[in-house]
């Protein structure tokens, strides 16, 4: 069980190092970058750039989701009741992390599997203000997971005081 729990914690914080590091550069790095570049070849390497970081944004999200519901149902011991569950400083922080992954996870989803397949279908039936319109919400949600993640880190680092 002590490697299972090992491995676990592994995982999430892999995926979770991957996702964040993702949106970083997505935020911080390309999107500012592609402002240098053509237009054309700009929309064209932002395409490319978001159809592969969805498949593996996306695999990042499910495998935080599976691995932070164990380690939360370790910690927890089977913990139902409302007031047990927030009976500690470390259990509130801890819910409100899993309440911020939540949305995290919630926003990463509809913009990957709902955003993304509609700005593809705009930019091939070449409707400019269709792409631009969910261009401009997929970088909103994107930069919105990036600052849920950073919280979510900061739950994670206020836990390790209370643990």
Known sequence: ??????L?????????????GGLFFYALVLRPSLAEIDPGNARRLMQIASMRFRAVG???????????????????G????????????YRRVLG????LSLIAIATGTWAGLVLAPRLVLALEARDELRARSTGRAITIL????FVLGVAITACVAVMRVFS
């Open 1 to 6: 069980m002590f490697f299972v729990a090992g």
């Open 142 to 145: 994107t930069i919105a997971g």
């Open 58 to 76: 996306l695999a990042c999200l499910a495998l935080l989701l599976f691995s932070g519901l164990w380690l939360v149902s370790q910690v927890l």
């Open 96 to 99: 409100l992390k899993v309440l």
């Open 8 to 20: 676990t914690r592994w995982v999430h914080l892999f995926a979770a190092l991957v996702w964040i």
């Open 78 to 89: 089977g913990v139902a009741i409302q007031d047990a569950f927030f009976s500690t400083p």
